[in-house]
């Protein structure tokens, strides 16, 4: 996989005591469309998630949707975008957001949002996908996350021969060009590996 045609978006279902977490995500969400790229998220109407799936659509871009039943009427599933699925469970739902995505950007969110970030970051650390995963690291808002992981690797429980991939951009449009540029890195690793088992 080389290429970005599908991201996945996690945030949050409101907003935010920050104007430019609203702000990020209503340009992200026109940036996804006018560069072709397909939105796969949560299915809410409000917050964030809201906010960059109607950008989305606003500016012609396509949305997929994925919301567990009982979370329907909670966050409110924004009807109008282009699939809506709706999952028994939030395991089916993860596991769907995973499934239809290239790449993984974690926007400003609370508990769930950090809970799916997280998930994905476990996966790729243990070779379960090579996708690419981006914090919005909007004003600092992930600052505290970096400084646990950082601790952590000082501490000894992220060892070197199992690393956390984890991109960074503090400044939205920094987030298409470095997603692209770990696809294209990711892809060059692959070829330049399946070039070396031929050899031998």
């Known amino acids: 996989m080389n290429e970005i045609r599908t991201v996945c978006v996690y945030c949050g279902s409101s907003v935010g005591s920050n104007p430019r977490f609203v702000e990020t995500a209503r340009t992200f969400g026109?940036?996804?469309?006018?560069?072709?790229i397909q939105l796969v998220y949560g299915g809410g109407a409000i917050g964030l998630m809201g906010a960059v799936a109607q950008a989305v659509l606003d500016h012609?871009?396509?949305?997929?949707?994925?919301?567990?039943?009982?979370?329907?009427?909670?966050?409110i599933a924004l009807e109008r975008v282009q699939e809506l699925i709706v999952t028994a469970d939030m395991h089916e739902?993860?596991?769907l957001m995973f499934e239809r995505?290239?790449?993984?950007?974690?926007?400003p969110g609370g508990v769930g949002t950090l809970e799916e970030l997280v998930e994905q970051m476990t996966w790729q650390q243990?070779?379960?996908?090579?996708?690419?995963?981006?914090i919005a690291n909007i004003d600092g808002?992930?600052?505290?996350?970096l400084g646990?992981?950082?601790?952590?690797?000082?501490?000894?429980?992220?060892?070197?021969?199992?690393?956390?991939?984890?991109?960074?951009a503090d400044q939205v449009d920094d987030i298409l060009p470095k997603l692209r540029a770990a696809a294209l890195a990711r892809a060059d690793d692959t070829g330049r590996a399946a070039a070396i088992s031929q050899r031998f």
């Open 126 to 134: 243990l070779g379960r996908h090579t996708k690419p995963i981006l």
């Open 60 to 75: 012609g871009g396509t949305v997929t949707g994925i919301i567990p039943g009982f979370l329907s009427t909670k966050e």
């Open 93 to 95: 739902r993860k596991r």
């Open 141 to 145: 808002f992930w600052d505290p996350l």
């Open 30 to 36: 026109r940036q996804l469309a006018e560069n072709g």
């Open 148 to 168: 646990l992981l950082g601790h952590m690797r000082e501490t000894g429980f992220i060892r070197s021969h199992l690393p956390v991939e984890l991109l960074q």
């Open 101 to 107: 995505s290239d790449a993984f950007v974690a926007l």
